[in-house]
């Protein structure tokens, strides 16, 4: 099994774990070992079940704004969380292929192959969601006939998106392309950079 697939696999595992309780403060226990890659992309994909329902949840317009504004910090630590593990899984990638050749005309790729499976990762969200909009017996045919549609381009970008994946790593592998990972500067979540935080300070 190749790369994505295997990766895909996993996300879609842990998203049908997290939706047993489908509860945003369920634990749901990690079945592979602490340390291994399988164990950093079943934990991105659970924190982002936990924060696809955040969403929804927020948008709640009966929501009390006291609740809204402590969801709302809840998701700004979800969001760097997952750039932490999105950051994670491109050192593991960085040190995996460190010793590979570069061919000379070798090319950078627009995205690292960490952020092309964080997509994967809310791809497999957005496949689940889909389906269960598809199978709704309280829903008009005209919606279910929407979502169906939706759900078939869904599909297809899961196709093209892991043959895009194995064929980015398998460039890699080669040589054919080189990595070149830039870390996330989040200016807002930084007290030094964000002009509210550090004028804050100084008062």
């Known amino acids: ?3 994505a697939d295997k990766c895909y696999e996993i996300f879609s595992k842990a998203t049908d774990m997290y939706h047993v309780t489908d509860d945003v403060d369920a634990v749901v226990a990690n079945p ?3 340390g291994t890659i399988e164990h950093i992309l079943f934990e991105k994909n659970l924190v982002d079940a936990v924060q696809w329902h955040l969403e929804d949840i ?3 317009p009966e929501i009390d704004p006291v609740a809204a504004l402590a969801l709302k910090r809840r998701i700004d630590r979800s969001n760097q969380v997952r750039t932490d593990m999105v950051e994670q899984l491109d050192s593991y990638f960085l040190d995996k292929y460190a010793g590979v050749e570069v061919a000379p005309d070798a090319t950078i790729n627009t995205e690292s192959p960490a952020w092309a499976l964080d997509r994967l990762s809310i791809l497999a969200l957005k496949i689940y969601h ?3 909009e ?3 017996t309280d ?3 005209e919606h279910i006939a929407k ?3 939706k759900l078939a381009t869904l599909r297809e970008q899961h196709t093209d998106l892991t043959t895009a994946i194995n064929q980015l790593i398998a460039d890699i592998e080669a040589g054919r392309k080189y990595m070149k990972v830039y870390r996330q500067m989040k200016m807002y979540n930084d007290p030094s950079t964000n002009p509210v935080l550090y004028a804050a300070k100084q008062q």
């Open 147 to 149: 979502c169906a549609a």
């Open 139 to 141: 829903a008009s045919a």
């Open 1 to 3: 099994m190749e790369l």
């Open 58 to 60: 927020i948008r709640d």
């Open 134 to 136: 598809t199978a709704r």
């Open 130 to 132: 889909m389906e269960i």
């Open 32 to 34: 592979y070992a602490e």
